[in-house]
């Protein structure tokens, strides 16, 4: 299945083991990446906020570049994945705002139209790739694993953006991966709260303190680590988090897994490939609970 792949600004930057992991699954999910290499930053929440008619441009770009590979458009990042769906909800609700962002995009060489799905690899995992294929992909049951999820704000707010009016179980999905692949979720309210990222440099004990009680609840649970499918989360929650453990006065020492990471380990794919030994919060003892010979 052919996919316009938009990999964000993070995971080519400092988050490079997102970008690894999610090239190495694609084979077996018979997913063809056509990334778009011009595709503009989103601008994150800032720039919708600051200057809402050059967002409204930006991403209309980077809509317009996938409708002219007639593909969906893949993203790998819930805070892309958020800004991308709301602004393709705006633009098509309104004609006049439609227009003046091709009005500017124009002299790319583009025109939006207004047909691009935007769909994040979660997502496309069970409504387009289906169940069936990732099972068949599975080489590895992380049984013993106790993994918790955390979703990130942008793929869950607002609904009405995002579809989740129409497809609410869109707000269940990773705990059905994490089952799926033969590890027991971990039940914890953090799991759709902010991590904090946003505020990290305006209120950096606060968010900090914000990540680093999330990670703990799902400790306390009984979590050996923690999945998101956001790189801004990642860098809070795994980049953050001996800051956070000084904040709090606590040990936390949990492991945050990038969503690929997880499905390549299941994969049968070697930690390494994955870059599973690149992050700031060790992954070995989470490791060692898994068989690694497939």
């Known amino acids: 299945m052919k996919v316009a792949f938009y990999p964000g600004c993070v995971s080519k930057g400092a988050c490079p083991e997102l970008y690894v992991s999610a090239k190495a699954i694609a084979e077996p999910l018979g997913l063809e990446l056509k990334e778009l290499t011009e595709a503009p930053c989103t601008g994150a929440g800032v720039l919708s906020e600051q200057n809402p008619q050059l967002a409204d441009a930006l991403n209309g770009l980077t809509l317009a570049m996938a409708e002219s590979e007639g593909a969906d ?52 995992l069970f409504e387009d790739i289906g169940i069936d294929r990732v099972k068949a992909a599975i080489k590895r049951k992380l049984t013993g694993l106790k993994i918790a999820p955390f979703y990130g704000c942008y793929i869950l707010r607002p609904e009405e953006s995002l579809g989740l009016k129409e497809r609410p179980e869109r707000k269940t999905y990773l705990q059905q991966l994490i089952a799926l692949v033969g590890a027991e979720p971990v039940e914890y309210r953090g799991s759709t709260k902010c991590c904090g990222f946003p505020m990290l440099t305006f209120n950096r004990d606060k968010a900090l303190a914000m990540g680093g009680n999330h990670i703990m609840e799902a400790k306390d649970k009984g979590a050996d680590l923690l999945v998101t499918p956001c790189p801004l989360c990642h860098l809070n929650l795994d980049g953050q988090q001996p800051d956070a453990g000084r904040v709090l006065k606590k040990d936390i020492g949990v492991p945050i897994f990038h969503l690929p990471q997880l499905l390549g380990l299941a994969f049968g794919m070697d930690p390494s490939e994955l870059r599973l030994d690149h992050h700031v919060v060790s992954t070995k003892g989470a490791l060692e609970k898994v068989e690694l010979k497939v």
């Open 73 to 124: 458009l893949m993203t790998i990042c819930s805070t892309c994945q958020g800004v991308l769906s709301n602004h393709n909800y705006h633009l098509k609700e309104d004609p006049e705002r439609m227009e003046r962002a091709n009005a500017t995009i124009g002299d790319q060489g583009y025109r939006y139209g207004g047909t691009t799905k935007v769909k994040h690899l979660l997502w496309m």
